[in-house]
T-cell receptor, first 117, second 114 residues
Framework: DTGVSQNPRHKITKRGQNVTFRCDPI?????LYWYRQTLGQGPEFLTY????????KSRLLSDRFSAERPKGSFSTLEIQRTEQGDSAMYLC???????????????FGPGTRLLVL | AQSVTQLDSQVPVFEEAPVELRCNYS??????LFWYVQYPNQGLQLLLK??????LVKGINGFEAEFKKSETSFHLTKPSAHMSDAAEYFC????????????FGPGTSLSVIP
């Protein structure tokens, strides 16, 4: 299967610890997105990359959150000093920028479910 | 900025009955519209999207949606529900430039009753 993969699938941590998630996009995709999804809500945009450049970062994203995509392939999302409010599903999606007049389809990974105790 | 409203958080239907999931959006600019489906413990999968052209869009698994600009709606329909359709459905909107973010609605949980 050559879809988007995310690791780990689940993470339980104690408040104050740092966590890092990894996303491997579909290989030829140049865009990579991170979203956060809480129970009963749709995905909320966090940040996205075009190749290795981080083009936009949501105001929802505090300074404790950082994302990288160093070689324009896989990406990592790190949360420092986790808080209970960070408990959520973290989704990654990738896409290939399309033609004018179209909107590229985002392909989502299965997500990483984070629980902060 | 755009926003999406999905008024029904839960929709139960009987197997083989028609399905309608409602979506309304708000935007001051032209938009593209999407429906995604999420099965338990999985990521989102695109069902269909409206970008340009025909306002009735057909997607996978027998679903379709009609873009009605005058009503700012993009309701999702299917003539006959299957048990396998039980999932969470998300409507989403974006502006038409490649740099516009996709904004997701809160989702509608479809349950299918045998």
């Amino acid at each position: 299967d050559t879809g988007v993969s995310q690791n780990p699938r689940h993470k339980i941590t104690k408040r104050g610890q740092n966590v890092t998630f990894r996303c491997d996009p579909i290989s030829e995709h140049n865009r990579l997105y991170w979203y956060r999804q809480t129970l009963g809500q749709g995905p909320e945009f966090l940040t996205y990359f075009q190749n290795e450049a981080q083009l936009e970062k949501s105001r929802l994203l505090s300074d404790r959150f950082s994302a990288e995509r160093p070689k324009g392939s896989f990406s990592t999302l790190e949360i420092q000093r986790t808080e209970q409010g960070d408990s959520a599903m973290y989704l990654c999606a990738s896409s290939l920028t399309g033609l004018a007049g179209d909107k590229e389809t985002q392909y989502f990974g299965p997500g990483t479910r984070l629980l902060v105790l | 900025a755009q926003s999406v409203t999905q008024l029904d958080s839960q929709v139960p239907v009987f197997e083989e009955a028609p399905v309608e999931l409602r979506c309304n959006y708000s935007s001051s600019v032209s938009v593209y519209l999407f429906w995604y489906v999420q099965y338990p413990n999985q990521g989102l999968q695109l069902l269909l999207k409206y970008t340009t052209g025909a306002t009735l869009v057909k997607g996978i698994n027998g679903f379709e949606a009609e873009f009605k600009k005058s009503e700012t709606s993009f309701h999702l329909t299917k003539p006959s529900a299957h048990m396998s359709d039980a999932a969470e459905y998300f409507c989403a909107v974006s502006g038409i430039t490649s740099y516009d973010k996709v904004i997701f609605g809160p989702g509608t949980s479809l349950s299918v009753i045998p």
